[in-house]
């Protein structure tokens, strides 16, 4: 009987297998969901190394994160990139001509500005003289902007670069259909009427179907969120679970925009309308309320649903990142420290939305830390049942084991340390947008709880993920 079951478990898919051994044991952060802010730590050591270079971020901000097909749903995605450059510029005062470079990150690209680092950038009145370029990494877009910034600092090329990111689900591209771009294409080459005439036999009327942009994985077709639902249900996770933790996030992100803490966020009048101030996602709810939802991805029976994923967003952000002697020649008191960083990768198909699980472990040990020292978690959230069942990998040891190599767990953070003034699911989540956003959250919060160090972390599509050390500048 036990090599029967034996033989049956190793030939169970992953998701099933991490069903077992999940099912077992549940999510018990139910209490904690309201956690309070985390308590001052006390100072620790620097992660300064020899003869390398500190780089810090001086400031960053970001237009207010909004809904897709509200305010900005008539603008481009230049007009946003430019105004959160803008608002860097009067944040900060840095005079345009010392900037060395600008990166941007974007997913879904406009065709008119595909490099919309450059075209933002002269809309904001840099210099035509400073290089501009742009990155895409699905939704760890920003983080890879960011980066590369310091990866230019580091390296001596660089002494002030401008990071930053920017979507516009309001207005994505769609297409004509292949077959209808080819017939378009021949046209425009055909040289006599008779050839006109001849391609013009060859329509069809379901030439005129459109192509929307995809929103499934290309290696798998499978949509994020269906992945998001069979993560749940692999690592047991409840629907109930997943409605406490979205309400946490919008609680929080409530309180904070309340108490005035969302200080990166600056106004942005937009053209013909009103002055924007404030993200318009945050919406706590009941649990009650939330229940009522149908499942949207996975039916009838999924657990992940509107109220419990994040929503499409529109939204741009900018970081002004340089050298710590550079910053202090010109009389910055920088805000942070960037630290050690480390991309990975898993299978996207079982593993889509594991990059925290994976890239915690192995920041932390470039740094030489533990889960202990940090003081201020900053996770992206795409789905709550992303978060959780992270959390839940982050906390086995079977896991660490069986997936990742590892001898023992790296622990899941502890929630009172966690999100604490919200995340993408309450805040929003413009794909390109968000890793400045999470870095200068951690980075705003050391500074006000007292912590010296904050780790970022990321899923992205295909299967990537982020984490980066952040640390507080002393004061």
Not at 111 to 137: C, I, Q, W, Y
Not at 195 to 201: A, P, T, W
Not at 387 to 396: G, H, P, T, V, W
Request: proline share 5%; with cysteine.
């Amino acid at each position: 009987m036990t090599s029967i079951l034996t033989y049956t478990f190793k030939n169970l898919p992953n998701t099933s297998k991490w069903a077992l051994q999940f099912s077992v044991r549940p999510l018990s952060c139910s209490s904690q969901l309201r956690a309070a802010p985390a308590a001052q730590t006390k100072s620790k050591k620097t992660l300064a190394k020899p003869n390398m270079r500190n780089i810090v971020v001086v400031d960053g901000v970001r237009i207010p994160f909004l809904q897709s097909g509200t305010s900005y749903k008539d603008l481009m995605p230049h007009d946003l990139a430019r105004a959160a450059l803008s608002g860097l510029l009067h944040r900060t005062n840095v005079p345009k001509d010392i900037v060395d470079y600008i990166i941007f990150g974007t997913v879904i690209q406009e065709v008119k500005t595909s490099n919309v680092a450059r075209e933002a950038a002269l809309g904001a009145g840099f210099s035509d003289k400073t290089p501009a370029h742009t990155v895409t990494m699905a939704c760890i877009s920003a983080n890879q902007a960011m980066t590369t910034g310091l990866g230019l600092i580091a390296s001596g090329q660089s002494d002030v670069i401008v990071a930053g990111g920017v979507e516009l689900m309001s207005d994505v591209p769609i297409r004509h259909s292949r077959k209808m771009r080819k017939m378009m294409l021949e046209l425009n080459k055909a040289k006599t009427l008779g050839q006109r005439l001849s391609l013009f036999s060859k329509f069809r009327l379901n030439f005129l179907a459109p192509e929307l942009p995809a929103v499934a994985e290309f290696s798998t077709s499978e949509t994020m969120g269906h992945s998001a639902d069979r993560l749940a249900a692999a690592f047991a996770v409840s629907r109930q679970d997943q409605d406490e933790y979205a309400l946490r996030s919008h609680s929080l992100a409530k309180k904070a925009q309340d108490e005035g803490l969302l200080s990166d966020v600056v106004p942005f009048k937009v053209p013909g309308k009103d002055t924007v101030t404030k993200d318009n996602g945050i919406r706590p709810s009941s649990l009650e309320q939330m229940a009522k939802l149908k499942p949207a991805f996975i039916k009838p029976y999924g657990t992940v649903t509107a109220a419990n994923s994040s929503f499409l967003t529109d939204g741009a952000s900018a970081m002004l990142i340089m050298a710590e002697e550079k910053a202090l020649a010109m009389g910055y008191k920088p805000k942070a420290y960037l630290r050690d960083f480390v991309y990975v990768s898993q299978d996207p198909k079982d593993q889509l939305l594991l990059g925290p699980t994976y890239a915690t472990p192995k920041v932390l040990e470039k740094a030489g830390l533990t889960m202990n020292d940090i003081d201020a978690f900053e996770f992206h959230e795409a789905f709550s049942g992303q978060i959780l069942a992270n959390f839940k990998a982050m906390d086995s040891d079977w896991f660490a084991q069986n997936y990742m190599g590892r001898k023992t767990k790296v622990g899941s953070p502890p929630l009172e340390k966690f999100n604490n003034w919200g995340g993408s699911l309450s805040l929003g989540h413009p794909f390109g947008a968000t890793g400045c956003r999470l870095v200068m959250a951690a980075a705003n919060r050391l500074r006000k709880e007292g912590g010296q160090y904050g780790l970022v972390a990321a899923c992205a599509a295909g299967g990537q993920g982020h984490a980066m050390i952040v640390e507080a500048y002393p004061k």
